[in-house]
């Protein structure tokens, strides 16, 4: 059904190949009309380093947990274990990929299951239920299946600390719902869960404060639209204010649903006013999901002009590709990105003795790590942080360029095939490519098709394909003539190469 429904709503039918090719070339060339072309050498990566070397010293690590986010633990028997499965398998590539080969915590950014606050999610109403029923029961499961999940993965002595999503409760609506459900038969979790929490009172609300190995750990509920109550904005400020007040240089790590409008990798949710208060507490490093956009690339963390950072933790289920966050906006990929929601992925953050923050990033169905870390240095004696990744960053940051000139095109029937060499970044991987044509002599241009580059199937851009093949319809007629194709790579920034072109000539 996925796939057939994929079939309809795509206008081009993608095909992929992965051909043996060689580095860059040297910059310039010409195409099958003797204009000139634009590449150039970049460098593949094939091993990752750290954004900030020389900082982080992880031989003396505190504090490790896994930041994770959308779990999404199902209620039905067959999208359970698909679940399960996923979850299970984060938490152990988590402990593996850890440098101390073990956890403090497994922290979650929500969305823990589907339906206890989303009855859209509910999944078949049995006879003489109510829907409302059915979403009691099936909540309920989901909850079960989670602590059954984490108790099979998670080590004994591995701290669970989460906020809630949208799915699952709304300023408080479900909060002793999930509680009532992590506590086990006879409460016999409780303890393990929830008796290090320091504020019983935010904790029935869905708001939550921690310490974890001498850190502060804070969740924060929201509501729909990411909108939270004032109880809440307060409740967060006078935690910041107390942690603050106690020790001005101490990083506090906050879990909440919904990431940052106006930051890079964000395209909606959280609430301004949550946002005014983060402003003045650069101490603070908020983790979020909630929009399912992939971690592979440089923007996954942002940090605001007055410091504090926020990052986007992933999904351990259902990436969507057509999320990708950038400052274009979403866009839809041409090609049936299946695959692509079977990706899962998170977060492994490392503390150091100094209180430098180490976060790197790993797919789970790969295996590998997938981007270069990102290592934040820790707070400054006056409180402030050094505003090493804002938006400002971009500036430094080079376009994307393509490896060779060689495109080749050729008409058949209403159809376009297309084949062009891949693109590359001197920092990370393409993220997609844009394809237009233009009639010569009337100027009538098509729309613009976006061409996935595949990079979630790859842990580094030196494993990507070095060839794309492309069939598709233009979507302007194509009768006797002179045709431009051009082709342009575009990173997640988004940054965009000069164009590839290539003139194809209809006879």
Not at 174 to 195: C, M, P, T, V
């Amino acid at each position: 059904m996925i796939k057939r429904l994929f079939a309809l709503l795509l206008c081009v039918a993608v095909m992929f190949s992965l051909v043996a090719c060689g580095g860059g070339s040297e910059s310039g060339g010409t195409n099958n009309k003797g204009e000139k072309v634009n590449y150039g050498s970049v460098k593949l990566i094939e091993e990752y380093e750290d954004t900030i070397t020389g900082v982080f010293d992880e031989k003396n690590i505190v504090l490790t947990f896994a930041a994770l986010s959308d779990t999404h633990l199902a209620g039905n028997e067959q999208q359970y274990q698909s679940s399960y499965d996923r979850f299970t398998k984060a938490i152990n590539s988590c402990e593996k990929f850890a440098t101390t080969k073990k956890l403090d915590a497994i922290c979650i950014a929500g969305d823990l299951g589907n339906c206890t606050n989303s009855p859209a999610n509910v999944i078949g109403v049995k006879d003489g239920q109510t829907k409302e029923q059915a979403q009691a029961e099936q909540g309920k499961i989901e909850r079960e299946n989670f602590l059954r999940a984490y108790l099979a993965a998670a080590d004994v002595k591995t701290k669970l600390f989460y906020c809630l999503g949208n799915h699952d409760s709304m300023n408080g609506s479900n909060a002793q719902l999930y509680i009532d459900s992590f506590s086990g038969k006879n409460k016999q979790y409780y303890n393990r869960f929830y008796g290090d929490d320091l504020d019983k009172e935010a904790l029935v609300k869905g708001n939550r404060h921690v310490k974890i190995n001498g850190y502060n750990f804070l969740a924060l509920e929201g509501s729909a639209e990411g909108k939270t109550d004032a109880d809440g904005h307060a409740w967060l400020e006078s935690k910041i204010k107390s942690i603050i007040a106690e020790d001005p240089q101490q990083t506090i790590f906050l879990f909440h649903h919904y990431p940052p409008t106006g930051l890079a990798f964000a395209t909606s949710g959280q609430n301004s006013g949550i946002r005014k208060i983060l402003e003045k507490y650069p101490q603070v490093i908020i983790f979020a999901g909630h929009i399912h956009a992939q971690i592979d690339f440089d923007n996954t963390i942002m940090q605001s002009d007055k410091g504090y950072i926020a990052v986007n933790c992933g999904a351990v289920k259902n990436i969507n590709e057509t999320r990708l966050v950038t400052t274009s906006g979403d866009k839809a990929i041409n090609v049936a990105n299946e695959d692509m929601a079977e990706q899962s992925q998170g977060m492994v953050v490392e503390v150091d003795k100094s209180g430098n923050v180490r976060i790197s990033r790993y797919n789970f169905v790969l295996g590998k790590k997938i981007a270069s870390s990102f290592v934040i240095p820790a707070v400054k004696k006056d409180g402030t942080r050094s505003l090493d990744y804002t938006k400002d960053r971009k500036k430094n940051i080079s376009a994307p360029v393509f490896l060779s000139g060689d495109v080749s095109a050729k008409k058949s029937g209403d159809m376009i095939k297309l084949t062009f060499p891949a693109a590359a970044s001197p920092t990370q991987k393409i993220y997609r490519y844009e394809i237009t044509v233009t009639n010569t002599e009337t100027n009538e241009k098509s729309d613009v098709k976006y061409v996935s580059s595949l990079f979630y199937k790859y842990s580094t851009p030196a494993e990507m394909p070095k060839e794309y093949s492309v069939n598709f319809a233009p979507g302007i007629t194509m009768k006797k003539g002179t045709y431009k194709i051009e082709v342009v790579a575009v990173d997640s920034w988004p940054l965009k190469s000069k164009p590839l072109t290539y003139q194809l000539v209809v006879k």
